[in-house]
């Protein structure tokens, strides 16, 4: 199995910066794409930034203010987010595009969430 497991989430006040990490582990022969999604009370879950050997994508609301990046040799994705608004609060999920043998699929896992909360 694959397992992937958020940390860094926290209390915040605006303005205010937080690093969210997500270690991927178990049986893994290689990650294509590592994203963060995130889903506030009452909305549904969004792309914050996705990150691949292309490249990295962002969010329209988070561009400029939060960065993804990836230590591969971890097998561990990052979002630096700075300059925090009220509006990014939510609980932050990590998300994961695996294959699990040389052979196999590609299948998509999910963390089990980090809650960011930012105080205005």
Do not use: H
Not at 26 to 39: D, E, K, L, P, V
């Amino acid at each position: 199995q694959v397992q992937l497991v958020e940390s860094g989430g926290g209390w915040v006040q605006a303005g205010g910066s937080l690093r969210l990490s997500c270690a991927a582990s178990g049986t893994i022969f290689s990650i294509n794409a590592m994203a963060w999604y995130r889903q506030a009370p009452g909305k549904q879950r969004e792309l914050v930034a996705s990150i691949r050997e292309g490249g990295a994508y962002y969010g329209d609301s988070v561009k400029g203010r939060f960065t993804i990046s990836r230590d591969n040799t971890k097998k561990t994705v990052y979002l630096q987010m700075n300059s925090l608004k009220p509006e990014d609060t939510a609980v932050y999920y990590c998300n994961a595009d695996v294959r699990r043998y040389n052979l196999d699929y590609q299948r998509s896992y999910w963390g089990q969430g980090t809650q960011v909360t930012v105080s205005s």
